[in-house]
């Protein structure tokens, strides 16, 4: 059974009447599921603020998180969220450091044996609950924000683009060539050729384990587009077994020049630039 707004003022005064027990029965319990990974000021005075912002919702009269009057106590479980996310503990760590609020609050209200604050804790740990579980998908949602965040980071620096010679870049590409990651390629390739103005780019596939139909393709049109902004490309790297496996699957790499090393492209490259008089 929910709190109702009289209820729900009533209990934060009693709250706010054992605000320093329970701040500090609070952050003894928040610490020893934590094991030791805060410090104990630092729980403190999330356990502190958080009290506050409890006393400060049901004070307000709010029965439910949506609430208005909840507004200031949602901001803190996100930054908690946000914080623990980022420290690297878990969502259930997270969330449970909110439950405890209940423990802490039973603990030190035992002593009211009264029937209506006995309602009341029963419709206020109602309230902690739907706390926990907003902390607990917060958690999430950042979480999966900053994973998303370093999978961007990664799949950039396993891109680089890097400057051989004077004219000449080269990509060299490691692992696996998937659509998203070929796209990241051809745009960091681009913006380099329009940096530098090179008129050469050597694509070295050494670190490739294998070329398929669709690592085919990917090259292709990363090649494609660099002719389209005037650069020549090379394709370096075709080790035996991956020229057998483009043999036997018919990959037409067309007049594209080819070569078994990095050396062997960048060579090709010098000797091109001679003739042309470059």
Known sequence: MPLSPDEARRFAELLESRAEQLAGRWTELVGAGLRGRLSSAELRRQTSDLQRGFQQALAGGAVDLSQ??????RAQLNELSSTRARQGFSATETAVSVYAFKDATLEILGDQNDIATLRDYVAFSSFVDQAALFTFDSYVRIRESIIADQAEQLLELSTPVVKLWEGVVAVPLVGTLDSARAQVVMERLLQTLVDTGSPYAIIDITGVPAVDTQVAQHILKT?????????DCIISGIRPQIAQTIVALGIEFGDIATKASLADALRYVI?????SGR
Do not use: C, F, I
Request: avoid cysteine; aromatic fraction near 0%; hydrophobic fraction near 55%.
């Open 68 to 73: 208005e009057a909840a507004a200031e106590l």
């Open 223 to 231: 090649v494609v587009a660099a002719r389209l902004m005037g650069a």
């Open 271 to 275: 000797s091109q630039n001679k003739r």
